[in-house]
Structures are given as structure tokens and as C-alpha cells.
């Protein structure tokens, strides 16, 4: 059973900086595709970041690109993601989430996988 753990939410002021980590077990993780979503109060989730576990090639959404970096450890088996620069837009439950193929997508439902949740909430 796969399972996905995140941790290093938290308040932080406007300006500041996050780093979320997602510790992925139960499964060989090479042909999956690893991203961060996000859901605000009142909005849907949302795609926030992207990475192949083999290669490494990354996609970001409009609203976090040059703020945020998205990041694996495969050894580890954790993904991270650096957050700086943080605003208060970017208050939101993240998400780790794993779909069982191994190319991008940014679409919630080929996901099959998800963490519980970590609160980011950034303080203005």
C-alpha cells in the first residue's frame, strides 16, 4: 500500500521561506509522477508543482514559478518543496500526491495517491 507523509507546514511571515517534505513508501516510485497541489478555503485544489522521479525534469504553476522549487531524494525516497518568498495567497492545505504513470500532468484526478495534508499559512 503506497503511502505518502508530508511534514514542514507552519505560520510564517510574508517574505519567508518553507520547505515541505513528502516521505514516499510501499511502492518502487520510477514510474510515477510526484507533484504539490494545494487548496485554499473556499477553492478548488490546484497544481502547484511537478517532478519525474527518474530525470528530474520539473513544472511549476504560473503563480509559484521562481518562488518555488519542487525537489526528490530518491534514495530517500522524499520529494520536497522549497518555498520562498512566500505571500499570503499562498495560505493552503498542501498536498502530496503520486500518479501511477510516469509524465507530467497537472490534472488532480490521475492521482491516485495522496497525503494527508500540511498547513501553510503565510501571515501578511
Known amino acids: 500500500q503506497v503511502q505518502l507523509v508530508e511534514s514542514g507546514g507552519g505560520l510564517v511571515q510574508a517574505g519567508g521561506s518553507l520547505r515541505l517534505s513528502c516521505a514516499a513508501s510501499?511502492?518502487?516510485?520510477?514510474?510515477?509522477?510526484m507533484a504539490w497541489f494545494r487548496q485554499a478555503p473556499g477553492k478548488e485544489r490546484e497544481f502547484v508543482a511537478g517532478?519525474?522521479?527518474?530525470?528530474?525534469?520539473?513544472y511549476y504553476a504560473d503563480s509559484v514559478k521562481g518562488r518555488f522549487t519542487i525537489s526528490r531524494d530518491n534514495a530517500k525516497n522524499t520529494v520536497y518543496l522549497q518555498m520562498n518568498s512566500l505571500k499570503p495567497e499562498d495560505t493552503a492545505v498542501y498536498y502530496c500526491?503520486?500518479?501511477?504513470?510516469?509524465?507530467?500532468?497537472?490534472?488532480?484526478?490521475?492521482?491516485?495517491?495522496w497525503g494527508q495534508g500540511t498547513q501553510v499559512t503565510v501571515s501578511s
Open positions: 510501499g511502492r518502487t516510485f520510477s514510474r510515477y509522477y
Open positions: 517532478i519525474r522521479w527518474t530525470g528530474g525534469s520539473t
Open positions: 500526491a503520486a500518479a501511477a504513470r510516469p509524465f507530467y500532468t497537472d490534472y488532480f484526478g490521475n492521482y491516485g495517491y
